[in-house]
C-alpha cells in the first residue's frame, strides 16, 4: 500500500509498503547573487527575476516561466540571503532544489559603507579649507544635498566631521548609522615668489 505525493513536492514524502520505505533526497540549491545599489540597500526596491522551470503533470513534464520578486529592505548587507524554496526543476523521486540569492553590493562612485554608517571623501580647495564658513557636501540619493556649517574652524588634510543618522538603516534596529565626512585639502601645484612670500608672512603672522 503506497501514499500519494503532491505535484510540486513541496516537503519530503516518505512512501512505504510492506517491503521498503523511499525518502526523497533534495539537491544543492541553486545559487545566484543579487547585486545591489547602496541607494537600493538604503532606501530599498523591487527586484523581478523570470525562472524557466521543469513541472511534473499528468501528461508529462511541462516548462513553466515563473516571476520571482525580491522586496529589498533598507539596511540589507552584503551577504544577507534570500530564499525561495522549491522552485527548481521537478523530477521523478526528486525534490525541486530551492533557489537562492545573494545580496552583492556594487561600488558607489562617492560613498563607502563601513558597516551601518557611511563613509565620504570631500576634497576642497586650500583657499576653501582656510577661509570658508560653511561647505555643500552630498547625499546619498538623487541630487540631495547638505550645507554644513564650520564657522572660524580651519580645515586641515584628514580633519573628519561626523553626522549623526545620516548613515544606513539599521536593519535589526530602529534608527541610522552615521556620515562620516574626511576631507583632503587641494594644496596649489605651482606659487610664483610673491605669492610665496606672502604665504609665509601670514603664516609667521598665525604662529
Known amino acids: 500500500m503506497g501514499c500519494m505525493s503532491s505535484k510540486r513536492y513541496v516537503s519530503p514524502t516518505i512512501c512505504s509498503d510492506s517491503s521498503s520505505t523511499t525518502v526523497q533526497r533534495k539537491p544543492p540549491p541553486i545559487e545566484k547573487t543579487l547585486t545591489c545599489t547602496l541607494e537600493e540597500l538604503c532606501y530599498g526596491g523591487i527586484r523581478k527575476f523570470k525562472i524557466t522551470r521543469d513541472l511534473i503533470s499528468d501528461i508529462g513534464v511541462i516548462v513553466q516561466e515563473e516571476i520571482l520578486t525580491i522586496d529589498i529592505k533598507p539596511?540589507?548587507?552584503?551577504?544577507?540571503?534570500?530564499t525561495f524554496e522549491g522552485k527548481g526543476n521537478e523530477k521523478p523521486g526528486i525534490l525541486p532544489a530551492d533557489i537562492i540569492f545573494t545580496i552583492d553590493e556594487k561600488?558607489?562612485?562617492?560613498?563607502?559603507?563601513?558597516?551601518?554608517?557611511?563613509?565620504?571623501?570631500?576634497?576642497?580647495?586650500l583657499v576653501e579649507a582656510l577661509t570658508e564658513t560653511s561647505i555643500t557636501v552630498p547625499l546619498l540619493g538623487e541630487g540631495e544635498e547638505m550645507e554644513l556649517p564650520f564657522g572660524d574652524t580651519i580645515i586641515y588634510p584628514g580633519y573628519e566631521k561626523t553626522i549623526t543618522d545620516l548613515g544606513m538603516p539599521k536593519s535589526k534596529d530602529t534608527g541610522r548609522g552615521d556620515l562620516k565626512l574626511k576631507f583632503r585639502v587641494q594644496f596649489p601645484e605651482?606659487?610664483?615668489?610673491?605669492?610665496?612670500?606672502?604665504?609665509?608672512?601670514?603664516?609667521e603672522d598665525c604662529s
Do not use: A
Not at 75 to 82: L, N, R, Y
Not at 107 to 125: A, C, Q, S, T
Open 190 to 203: 605651482e606659487l610664483s615668489d610673491q605669492q610665496r612670500s606672502e604665504f609665509v608672512s601670514i603664516l
Open 107 to 125: 561600488r558607489h562612485d562617492l560613498f563607502e559603507r563601513l558597516g551601518d554608517d557611511l563613509m565620504l571623501i570631500v576634497e576642497i580647495p
Open 75 to 82: 539596511g540589507w548587507k552584503k551577504g544577507t540571503k534570500i
